[in-house]
């Protein structure tokens, strides 16, 4: 069973930075593809960045520059550095995988 465990969301003032983490279990982490996602109240769900196995990165054009997607394959984790943050960031973080299994989420609050 596949299982995917985020964390490292908080509050923080604008500018400020924050690392997720999302630790996968059940599967063959080294060969996946991995997503962050993140939900606004009253939006949909936004693809923020993707990370290949083979370690190509793609970003949402609204956190290019800012957010920076990496992967440990040793740890079966996946992280999104995200600095110099904005109000407009706050949101539930998800991770996802090909199989489209979700975290519980971690809340990332920008305020100040």
């Known amino acids: 069973q596949v299982q995917l465990w985020e964390s490292g969301g908080g509050l923080v003032q604008p500018g400020g930075s924050l690392r997720l983490s999302c630790v996968l279990s059940?599967?063959?982490?080294?060969?996946?593809?991995m997503d962050w996602y993140r939900q606004s109240p009253g939006k949909e769900r936004e693809l923020v960045a993707a990370?290949?196995?083979?370690?190509?990165?793609t970003y949402a054009d609204s956190v290019k520059g800012r957010f920076t997607i990496s992967r440990d394959n040793a740890k079966s984790t996946v992280y999104l550095q995200m600095n110099n943050l904005k109000p407009e960031d706050t949101a539930v973080y998800y991770c996802?995988?090909?199989?489209?299994?979700w975290g519980q989420g971690t809340q990332v609050t920008v305020t100040s």
């Open positions: 996802n995988d090909p199989g489209d299994h």
């Open positions: 059940g599967s063959t982490f080294s060969v996946l593809t």
């Open positions: 990370i290949t196995h083979t370690r190509r990165t």
